[in-house]
Nanobody, 124 residues
Framework: QVQLVESGGGLVQAGGSLRLSCAASGRTFSSHVMGWFRQAPGKEREFVAGIRWSGGYTYYPDSVKGRFTISGDSAENTLYLQMNTLKPEDTAVYYC?????????????????WGQGTQVTVSS
């Protein structure tokens, strides 16, 4: 099992920045891929950013590319999401997720473990 705990959410004005953190514990050596997803009220959970530890490859959807940066340290079992130039449409609960060798970075249902989420609210 892998336990994931997110932190760093909050209220920010449009154009501002936030940095989310995700602390992993447990069988973290089984995590080959980690990602961030978000879910706004009344909407499906969507992919925000992902990283494959082997090679450090990162992935983003067009909606956040150039504004969000995923990073982390697999040895320290910590994942980050730096969010800049935030927009009201970025308002959502943000989730950290971890997966093994079969996980496809942008595919929600391929992840094995999820955190409880942290709320991000961007005011206009």
């Amino acid at each position: 099992q892998v336990q994931l705990v997110e932190s760093g959410g909050g209220l920010v004005q449009a154009g501002g920045s936030l940095r989310l953190s995700c602390a992993a514990s447990g069988r973290t050596f089984s995590s080959h891929v980690m990602g961030w997803f978000r879910q706004a009220p009344g909407k499906e959970r969507e992919f925000v950013a992902g990283i494959r530890w082997s090679g450090g490859y990162t992935y983003y959807p067009d909606s956040v590319k150039g504004r969000f940066t995923i990073s982390g340290d697999s040895a320290e079992n910590t994942l980050y999401l730096q969010m800049n130039t935030l927009k009201p449409e970025d308002t959502a609960v943000y989730y950290c997720a971890a997966g093994g060798t079969r996980t496809v970075v942008a595919i929600l249902h391929s992840y094995d473990y999820w955190g409880q989420g942290t709320q991000v609210t961007v005011s206009s």
